[in-house]
């Protein structure tokens, strides 16, 4: 069974700060994409990035950069400077394409950032 | 070009009725997703429609259904309504075919169920 773990309900940094997000995830495919997605209060999820399994290159898109580490499972996601606007919650997500459900997105519980001016 | 619309963005129900939520793909996306989030946790996949038929279920009862019409719009009914329903209810589109995995999957903005 798949699982995507979400350590830190809530972490609160002060704007400018740079700040990470944990995720680690579990399944037993070898063939995986993982995802990280942004809700703000209007309660739409924003797509932030796709990685599949075997790609394990760190991205960077401008605040934003994620760390991918198969050897222990993870899917971290830093914001370097953060501002007021990247206040809320920020989910983490693992699709399995052999899941006999189809196309579907595992969630973790999420983490809500607080940015304080 | 139009996101994911979903309709109605909030309702109210009592305890035993039946609701019918809907969802309109992007254009030109013939797969839609119904997920469900309650407040506080992260969404749980109910089901995946593509090309009409149903293609995956979460794990729900059978009080949840869903149907794809030949536009590829979509609704989720849910009958004999109970408390824990309470939740967003969003609705994804994708071009992508079942089991592709890649899922470039576009969220709408959600229906706000209360269930009183």
């Known amino acids: 069974a798949q699982k995507v773990t979400q350590a830190q309900t809530e972490i609160s940094v002060v704007e400018k700060e740079d700040v990470t997000l944990d995720c680690v995830y579990e399944?037993?495919?070898?063939?995986?994409?993982l995802f990280w997605y942004k809700q703000p209060p209007s309660g739409e999820l924003v797509f932030l990035i796709r990685r599949n399994s075997f790609d394990e290159q760190n991205e960077i898109s401008g605040r934003y950069s994620w760390n991918f580490q198969k050897s222990t499972s993870s899917f971290n996601f830093t914001i370097t400077a953060s501002q007021v606007v990247d206040s809320a919650v920020y989910f983490c997500?693992?699709?399995?394409?052999?899941?006999?459900?189809?196309?579907?997105?595992?969630f973790g519980g999420g983490t809500r950032l607080m940015v304080k001016p | 070009d139009a996101g994911v619309t979903q309709s109605p963005t909030h309702l109210i129900k009592t305890r035993g009725q039946q609701v019918t939520l809907r969802c309109s793909p992007i254009s030109g996306h013939k797969s839609v997703s119904w997920y469900q989030q309650v407040l506080g946790q992260g969404p749980q996949f109910i089901f995946q429609?593509?090309?009409?038929?149903?293609?995956g279920r979460g794990n729900f009862p059978d009080r949840f259904s869903a149907r794809q019409f030949p536009n590829y719009s979509s609704e989720l009914n849910v009958n004999a309504l109970l408390l824990g329903d309470s939740a967003l209810y969003l609705c994804?589109?994708?071009?992508?075919?079942?089991?592709?995995?890649?899922?470039?999957?576009?969220f709408g903005p959600g229906t706000r169920l209360t269930v009183t």
């Open positions: 399944t037993r495919d070898t063939t995986y994409y």
């Open positions: 997500a693992l699709s399995d394409p052999n899941n006999n459900a189809g196309n579907m997105l595992t």
């Open positions: 429609y593509y090309e009409k038929e149903e293609r």
């Open positions: 994804a589109s994708s071009s992508e075919p079942p089991h592709s995995g890649r899922l470039e999957q576009y």
